[in-house]
């Protein structure tokens, strides 16, 4: 099998998965990016359920800005909805992503607004 960017982003995603699980105290901070978006939700594992979701597509998005400002907006709106949730703290997945650009924007953004990993 060809390794190509999606497999070896999976693999990826699939170890870091093995180690972090979310639960109801301590729910999992996911995210996922595409080439034009960035997209978290915060799960609780043992449940199944998603307890809170934002992306950089809803309204009231900023428009015309850098996509790591977007990403940025993205973190202080999921946790400005975690905390409506009453969720303080979260394990960050960072879903087989570096943790830079975006994904660092995203979260640098969570923490910002009050969330702690």
Known sequence: MKSTKETKRQKIRWRIRTKIKGTAVRPRLSIFRSN???YCQVIDDVQGHTLASASSREA????NVKPVEKAHAVGKLIAERAKAENIESVVFDRGGYL??????ALADGARE?????
Not at 60 to 63: A, D, F, I, K, Y
Not at 99 to 104: E, L, N, P, T, W
Request: proline share 6%.
């Open 36 to 38: 034009r978006e960035i």
């Open 60 to 63: 009231g998005m900023p428009e």
């Open 113 to 117: 607004g009050g969330l702690i990993f």
């Open 99 to 104: 943790y830079h650009g975006r994904v660092k």
